[in-house]
């Protein structure tokens, strides 16, 4: 009878995959971890950002502004796309994500043709028809979730 993945006993699993590897203790009940998940996710998205920028330094290329001058047309980039809009709208709304956007375009982040891009974009994820995206919105970004941008243009850059 085949397992489930499920059954599976996640530390083994990671000492087979690399015996080296330390693996952190239980947490008794109540005690609380050494970081919150969120933060340890943004610890990582800032590390990616890292990471784009040592290869872009690598290959003598560092980006000059605006860092994404054109939305590349590939599928792949529509999944980053989607992915960067769904978190912005659903933690700022439409307004604020307008406002973002024009902000990313203000520090040259993002040329206007990219801005206009992702607000075509934003269309879909309304059942709205229209919008008015610089209208202040339910909640403000953070600079957290402006690093994050970065990492999704530097994403959509490195294309």
Sequence with gaps: MPTTPGDYDLRELRRLADPHRETPEEFEEGE?????????????????????????????????????????????????????LDFLINKAGFENTGNALQYYEEVEWITASVREGLRDYMRGFSEVESFDPDKPGPADLDVDDHVLSLVYIARLASV
């Design 32 to 84: 609380e971890l050494p970081a919150p998940p969120d933060e340890v996710l943004r610890h990582s998205e800032r590390n990616e950002l890292v990471q784009l920028q040592s290869q872009f330094a690598a290959a003598g290329a560092l980006p000059e502004k605006p860092y994404l001058d054109a939305l590349p047309d590939q599928y792949s980039t529509e999944v980053v796309v989607f992915e960067w």
